[in-house]
């Protein structure tokens, strides 16, 4: 059974930085995976993504410079490092997988897998 952990959330102030995990298990890791995140009473939107190789990543326009998105396949587990975090991006954190893709795609209905979310709060 595909499964996606994510860790790493937590409580920062403004300019500080975090890196986010995600472990995968269950025979999926070699696909497109995606960060998304979503606050309250909003969609979830997406944040980075990286292609089966790890050649290709794709950021939201907001994050470009600052995130960085990368995967390790030794240890099965993408990551996201959080750099000049701002209050703003408090949120709930997601990694996703796409199924027979080894693309990414920027429309959170394209990954059929997820896990259950780290939170991230940047304090001003």
């Known amino acids: 059974q595909v499964q996606l952990v994510e860790s790493g959330g937590g409580l920062v102030q403004a300019g500080e930085s975090l890196r986010l995990s995600c472990a995968a298990s269950g025979g999926t890791f070699s696909n497109g995976m995606g960060w998304f995140r979503q606050t309250p009473g909003k969609e979830r939107d997406f944040v980075a993504g990286?292609?089966?190789?790890?050649?290709?990543?794709y950021y939201a326009d907001s994050v470009k410079g600052r995130f960085t998105i990368s995967r390790d396949y030794a240890k099965n587990t993408v990551y996201l490092q959080m750099n000049s975090l701002k209050p703003e991006e408090t949120a709930r954190y997601y990694c996703?997988?796409?199924?027979?893709?080894?693309?990414?795609?920027?429309?959170?209905?394209?990954?059929?897998?997820w896990g259950q979310g780290t939170q991230v709060t940047v304090s001003s």
């Open positions: 990286i292609n089966r190789s790890g050649t290709s990543t």
């Open positions: 996703a997988v796409r199924s027979g893709y080894s693309s990414v795609s920027l429309n959170r209905r394209d990954y059929e897998y």
